[in-house]
DNA sequence: GAAGCGTGGAC
DNA sequence: TGTCCAAGCTT
């Protein structure tokens, strides 16, 4: 706690804080890096500066301040959490881990991590810097989930009966401080591949270290190649307008908009790709005309080369939704106003390019 | 318990 | 260029 109270980072959400900014921060972090993190926050928080403000704001502004951040799943949880909180809450915040855990996107971490830090409840809250922080202290291998839970309930509970009785000094005392002690540990000096352990104050009590495998914990599962795609995006123009489709709102990037398009098959051209997809989620019969871009991306599960072609209609046609969730036709100014993909957001730079 | 879900930075 | 992985959650 001394070692945290001396060394923590002066982060936009600590400090003045509220349950609300907490939540906000909490869910903007999963997966995500602070350096990241820092301006959407101050975006969210100008644009959306109470609980109130999510739930009555449409999800495509939401989805519009997480534009680029990625999981955005995250952004229709929060949406969801929120009109929850104002019409089960009074648009307060729950103030307990049973109840937080029940609202959506709220899994063990975020439950326990708003808990203990808005709300000073002596409960645990374990990321992966957590993870690896207890891993290593206790040089743990087996058993890693069921162990690292026992182990950081029973911290957080004594650190906080045995930092109540001695208050004297002037270390931190909430069961929050005590998370985010752990939180910023793992985050400044027991790093992933090359742990600081030589200015880290728990060295001498971290069996790993006294071990020598504090490179080698936490175990790692083995993890496979990521497969390849070819996929084509159709940049449809009429009337200086273009066509863009909304993405079903479960799923793989739900929500967003993007230039329609899809896989390619084996044994199709990109051409006959797209003129397939085009008809598949449109209803649409379309001409391919000359590429414009093609570009590397790599998601989670597996990575693409998106290859973007100027098209246009065969004769005039209305747009069905077949497979997306809308469609619109926008001007290049217009597209500010939706939520994209990266990939897309280098489609439209390029687009802007030639413009 | 495992799979699906984004993006960018570090190395 | 490739790989790892980050303040995880839901199904």
Same mark, same amino acid.
């Given at each position: 706690?001394?070692?945290?109270?001396?060394? =923590?980072?002066?982060?936009?959400?600590?400090?003045?804080?509220?349950?609300?900014?907490?939540?906000?921060?909490? +869910?903007?972090?999963?997966?995500?890096?602070?350096?990241?993190?820092?301006?959407?926050? *101050?975006?969210?928080?100008?644009?959306?500066?109470? /609980?109130?403000?999510?739930?009555?704001?449409?999800?495509?502004?939401?989805?519009?301040?997480?534009?680029?951040?990625?999981?955005?799943?995250?952004?229709?949880?929060?949406?969801?959490?929120?009109?929850?909180?104002?019409?089960?809450?009074?648009?307060?915040?729950?103030? %307990?881990?049973?109840?937080?855990?029940?609202?959506?996107?709220?899994?063990?971490?975020?439950?326990?991590?708003?808990?203990?830090?808005?709300?000073?409840?002596?409960?645990?809250? !374990?990321?992966?810097?957590?993870? =690896?922080?207890?891993?290593?202290?206790?040089? !743990?291998?087996?058993? +890693?989930?069921?162990?690292?839970? *026992?182990?950081?309930?029973?911290? /957080?509970?004594?650190?906080?009966?045995?930092?109540?009785?001695?208050?004297?000094?002037?270390?931190? %005392?909430?069961?929050?401080?005590?998370?985010?002690?752990?939180?910023?540990?793992?985050?400044? +000096?027991?790093?992933?591949?090359?742990?600081?352990?030589?200015? &880290?104050?728990?060295?001498?009590?971290?069996?790993? @270290?006294?071990?020598?495998?504090? @490179?080698?914990?936490?175990?790692?599962?083995?993890?496979?190649?990521?497969?390849?795609?070819?996929?084509?995006?159709?940049?449809?123009?009429?009337?200086?307008?273009?066509?863009?489709?909304?993405?079903?709102?479960?799923?793989?990037?739900?929500?967003?908009?993007?230039?329609?398009?899809?896989? *390619?098959?084996?044994?199709?051209?990109?051409?006959?790709?797209?003129?397939?997809?085009?008809?598949?989620?449109?209803?649409?019969?379309?001409?391919?005309?000359?590429?414009? !871009?093609?570009?590397? @991306?790599?998601?989670?599960?597996?990575?693409?080369?998106? @290859?973007?072609?100027? &098209?246009?209609?065969?004769?005039?046609?209305?747009?069905?939704?077949?497979?997306?969730?809308?469609?619109?036709?926008?001007?290049?100014?217009?597209?500010?106003?939706?939520?994209?993909?990266?990939?897309?957001?280098?489609?439209?730079?390029?687009?802007?390019? =030639?413009?």
């Amino acid at each position: 706690m001394t070692w945290y109270q001396q060394n =923590r980072r002066d982060l936009p959400w600590r400090g003045e804080s509220s349950p609300y900014r907490v939540w906000v921060s909490e +869910v903007l972090l999963q997966q995500t890096q602070v350096a990241t993190v820092v301006p959407y926050y *101050q975006r969210f928080m100008e644009r959306f500066p109470t /609980v109130a403000d999510v739930s009555a704001a449409p999800l495509a502004d939401v989805l519009k301040m997480w534009e680029g951040l990625g999981y955005y799943a995250r952004a229709r949880y929060l949406h969801q959490a929120a009109m929850e909180i104002v019409t089960q809450y009074g648009g307060q915040l729950p103030n %307990t881990y049973a109840e937080l855990r029940r609202l959506p996107g709220f899994g063990e971490y975020t439950a326990g991590a708003v808990a203990s830090i808005a709300f000073g409840e002596a409960v645990a809250a !374990i990321d992966g810097n957590v993870k =690896r922080v207890l891993s290593r202290l206790f040089a !743990i291998q087996t058993s +890693v989930t069921r162990q690292l839970k *026992q182990i950081a309930r029973e911290l /957080v509970e004594q650190a906080s009966c045995l930092l109540s009785l001695d208050r004297q000094d002037a270390c931190p %005392t909430s069961p929050g401080d005590w998370n985010q002690a752990l939180i910023e540990l793992g985050a400044l +000096v027991c790093l992933p591949k090359t742990p600081r352990c030589a200015t &880290c104050p728990l060295n001498e009590l971290c069996q790993a @270290h006294q071990q020598g495998l504090e @490179h080698v914990l936490p175990l790692k599962p083995v993890k496979k190649k990521l497969p390849h795609y070819d996929v084509s995006a159709a940049v449809i123009c009429q009337a200086g307008q273009y066509l863009i489709a909304q993405r079903p709102l479960k799923g793989m990037l739900g929500g967003l908009w993007e230039f329609p398009g899809g896989k *390619q098959e084996s044994g199709e051209t990109l051409s006959e790709c797209l003129q397939r997809e085009i008809r598949e989620e449109l209803g649409l019969t379309i001409e391919v005309e000359q590429p414009i !871009i093609s570009i590397k @991306h790599s998601y989670t599960h597996f990575k693409i080369t998106l @290859h973007a072609f100027y &098209c246009h209609l065969t004769e005039p046609q209305t747009p069905q939704t077949l497979q997306v969730a809308d469609w619109q036709w926008v001007t290049l100014a217009d597209m500010a106003n939706f939520a994209f993909p990266r990939t897309d957001l280098k489609i439209i730079a390029a687009l802007q390019q =030639r413009d």
